[in-house]
């Protein structure tokens, strides 16, 4: 069975190894040189590997790509890029993807890559879900409350008193995950198979993670996340120096 690819790229010159390594019988390819082609595909097709060719646009516009991007999907996404700077490695870190390549790039580093991900995310049978989705474990309808932080599950909404969060899919989708099994202990490879779909893999991923909601979320006197280093995170509704 073929595994669905979506490549989208911006320039008409596509990175020469990219295109070799893409050309295997067991990889079918929608090609997209446009965005509102690529959004098409994106939402009525169920691609298990979304590969981004693209020039070195503005960070802004570089961002909100990956944003887009990641909204419509949780297929893994690899991009190759003519710049992989610090600045972009951050966005796709926050936006959970997962490789950031300097164009033009070795054939065979194109195919580790590739495989890796490809094995990660399955086929295109059994894509990730669309982002804003809940995992199989998470409960509709619910609304976890740890004052001042209101987490409402039903609507995907997160507040601090009257005070709106705004969290990525992905962020939303770890901080529920912790929340909905407070004062446990929630080991780093549940925590990737349920937010990223993956057997094992960097914890790194999920250090970034709960990185940012600790910014978003936590006060320099309390914190709702514990590290437990080298097991996983805890959620403490209650911690030390709350108010």
Same mark, same amino acid.
């Given at each position: 069975?073929?595994?669905?690819?979506?490549?989208?790229?911006?320039?008409?010159?596509? =990175?020469?190894?990219? +295109?070799?390594?893409?050309?295997?019988?067991?990889?079918?390819?929608?090609? #997209?040189?446009?965005?509102?082609?690529?959004?098409?595909?994106? *939402?009525?097709? /169920?691609? #298990?590997?979304?590969?981004? $060719?693209?020039?070195?646009? =503005?960070?802004?516009?570089?961002?909100?790509?990956? /944003?887009?991007?990641?909204?419509?999907?949780?297929?893994? +996404?690899? +991009?190759?890029?003519?710049?992989?700077?610090?600045?972009?490695?951050?966005?796709?870190?926050?936006?959970?993807?997962?490789?950031?390549?300097?164009?033009? %790039?070795?054939?065979?580093?194109?195919?580790?890559?590739?495989?890796?991900?490809?094995? /990660? &995310?399955? =086929?295109?049978?059994?894509?990730?879900p669309v982002a804003g989705r809940q995992p199989s474990t998470l409960r509709f309808?619910?609304?976890?409350?740890?004052?001042?932080?209101?987490? $409402?599950?039903?609507?995907?909404? %997160?507040?601090?008193?009257?005070?709106? %969060?705004?969290?990525?899919?992905?962020?939303?989708?770890?901080?529920?995950?912790?929340?909905?099994?407070? &004062?446990?202990?929630?080991? *780093? /490879?549940?925590?990737?198979?349920? %937010?990223?779909?993956? =057997? &094992?893999?960097?914890?790194?991923?999920?250090? &970034?993670?709960?990185?940012?909601?600790?910014?978003?979320?936590?006060?320099? !006197?309390?914190? *709702?996340?514990? !590290? +437990?280093?080298?097991?996983? *995170?805890?959620?403490?509704?209650?911690?030390?120096?709350?108010?």
């Amino acid at each position: 069975m073929q595994s669905l690819v979506l490549l989208y790229h911006d320039s008409p010159r596509l =990175d020469a190894a990219l +295109v070799a390594t893409l050309l295997r019988p067991d990889l079918h390819v929608n090609v #997209a040189a446009q965005l509102d082609t690529l959004r098409r595909h994106l *939402y009525t097709s /169920r691609p #298990a590997l979304v590969v981004l $060719d693209i020039t070195a646009p =503005d960070l802004g516009s570089f961002a909100a790509l990956c /944003r887009e991007v990641r909204r419509a999907t949780q297929a893994p +996404v690899l +991009v190759v890029c003519l710049d992989a700077g610090e600045k972009r490695q951050a966005i796709c870190r926050n936006e959970g993807i997962v490789c950031l390549l300097v164009s033009p %790039v070795a054939e065979a580093i194109i195919e580790t890559q590739l495989e890796a991900l490809r094995l /990660r &995310g399955g =086929d295109q049978n059994n894509a990730h879900p669309v982002a804003g989705r809940q995992p199989s474990t998470l409960r509709f309808g619910e609304a976890i409350t740890a004052e001042p932080l209101i987490i $409402d599950l039903a609507d995907e909404h %997160v507040r601090i008193g009257e005070r709106a %969060v705004d969290l990525t899919p992905l962020e939303y989708r770890v901080l529920a995950l912790l929340a909905q099994q407070a &004062g446990q202990v929630v080991p *780093y /490879r549940q925590i990737l198979q349920e %937010v990223w779909g993956w =057997d &094992g893999g960097d914890h790194s991923y999920v250090h &970034g993670y709960v990185s940012a909601l600790r910014r978003k979320l936590c006060t320099p !006197n309390a914190c *709702y996340f514990r !590290n +437990v280093s080298g097991v996983g *995170y805890r959620f403490d509704p209650h911690p030390p120096g709350q108010p």
